[in-house]
């Protein structure tokens, strides 16, 4: 397969002053506007353009709902500033998603209709740390409507109010009904395809089980889903709490780990946080040799071909990246046990899953009911109407029965997919009283982690887990555990179906608060693989002359 032309990072750091972006990492950005080499005006000006090329026109990728209209005054204030140990991201354009509270003139959506206009009462704790840290906000990033629990079947990255996000690596979309072939992720499409096509220096995405992996696996970035309880959530608008973290989204594993230095803090609105654990630095021993003497867990067992839910059905291209990757990792001195995950780990508990009727009018399986986990359904209602009680002004909709009868009243705009989730979670109390849903978190812990992840890693005293691309996303959200996707190679190919190359990424996975650890081997695989390739058709705009 031919593969795209990659530009290292010296190559992009010798451009500067007049800094390309369409594949310069946050680190090069930060070291050329420490040197004086560019400010943050002709930044924000730099990536405005690149959006107009390539977002609105172009492309189309639609990764951007809405610009910050205080973008470029807000950079202004910066040009004086340079990086450094108190302020590490001045002058930095960062976009995060629209399920994100500002309380700047953004709305905060979800990408829901019923949203539009909607506005927050104070920043998001994670926007805080983002503008102490010195950071533009440039936009809103387009999501998922609702972190895909509106409807059963509903597209990546499609928002009633956003529209629907692309691929850039494969931007085409099917004939018949609009959606992209090669899918652009989970629910934090737009923040992920943002970075990866040169928008944003970096970007915020969230993850309840897989948003922030399935986007950065099909967009070739490095992410941190987080510990539960790492990064605050106050101020995001949730799924479920037991699950739900916000996580950084970049280009290089450093710039992941200088992020998640802004990111990870105590919050006093987010009793999670209490138990938080972090070292003083994440980018601390980001050495190529950490890989040496790891032990790095492959859950797949040829011996027990029923049993490899992770490995054993991967498409061909898959299973030949997964083997270069593997081989690195050997390569660098990893011990690879290769064995099968305890079946309880993957297949959870019994009564951790109910039936939905799929009411989207546009899916094969329509009026037939899909199982879905029943913590995701009975906490949505309970957070979702707290968040609108506490965080959101400027709108009538005070509750997820609000959204209900504003998506009946307003079917033909709102509604192309149905809203089946939500109609099952207005069915619950809302309080979390009922025993079921007691029952299935107490599940989902045991099976997930207990019974999973703990046993499984406690077996073969391991340091990581290996996953093919987001594919373990589940089972680290079910057990609130900590994941790092790193870009692993190109794949083609869906459904039998040709496509453009796009790219495949690795996921380790650890216990509670392994973050720095996963970092450091991620980085060791990184520096050795050097598998990212940017976006075709993309190519590198002119930056304006500097303010």
Known sequence: MKKPVRRSAAAVRAEAPDLELEDASMSDIIDALAGGRVTATTLTKAYLARIAAYDRSGSMLNSVRALNPDALAIAGTLDGTRPSAKRPLAGVPILVKDNIATSDKQPTTAGSLALEGARAR??????????????????????????????????????????????????????????????????????????????????????????????????????????????????????????????????????????????????????????????????????????????????SDPADPFNDPFYGKLPSEWTKVMAQAIKALADLGAVIVRAGMPTAGWMSGPGTIMAVLNRNPLSGNKSNPVTQRIVFIYEL?????????????????????????????????????????FLAADLTRGDLREREYRFAL???????????????????????????????????ARAGYPSVMVPAGLVSGVDGKDTPDYPLGVTFAGRAWSEHKLLRLAYAYEQASNMRWAPPGLPALRAPAQA
């Not at 004939?175 to 915020?204: E, F, N, Y």
């Not at 992840?453 to 391991?462: E, F, K, S, T, V």
């Open 122 to 299: 104070r920043d998001a704790t994670v926007i805080k740390l983002l503008r102490k840290a010195g950071a533009v906000i440039l936009g809103k990033a387009n999501l998922t409507e609702f972190s895909n629990m509106l409807a059963i079947e509903m597209p990546s990255g499609y928002s009633s109010l956003g529209g629907q996000v692309k691929n850039p690596y494969a931007p085409a979309l099917m004939d018949d009904r609009g959606i992209p072939l090669v899918t652009p992720g989970g629910s934090s499409a737009g923040s992920a395809v943002a970075v990866a096509a040169g928008l944003c220096a970096a970007s915020v995405g969230t993850e309840t089980s897989g948003s922030l992996l399935f986007p950065a696996s099909q967009n070739g970035l490095v992410t941190v889903k987080p510990t539960v309880g790492l990064i605050s959530r106050a101020g995001i608008l949730p799924i479920a709490h037991s699950l739900d973290t916000a996580g950084p989204m970049t280009r290089t594993v450093r710039d992941a780990a200088m992020l998640l230095n802004v990111l990870a803090a105590k919050d006093p609105r987010d009793l999670a946080t209490e138990k938080q654990r972090r070292p003083a630095d994440y980018t601390a021993d980001l050495t190529r040799d950490a890989l040496k003497g790891a032990r790095i867990g492959v859950p």
């Open 381 to 421: 209602k309970r957070d979702l109407n707290l968040y609108l009680k506490d965080w959101a002004t400027n709108t009538d909709i005070k509750t997820i029965t609000d959204i209900v009868a504003f998506n009946a009243a307003n079917a033909d705009r709102a509604m192309r997919f149905g809203q089946d989730l």
């Open 442 to 476: 107490a599940m989902d812990f045991l099976s997930a982690r207990t019974r999973g992840m703990d046993a499984y890693m406690n077996q073969h005293r391991l340091d990581a887990v290996l996953f093919p691309g987001s594919g373990g996303a589940a089972i680290a």
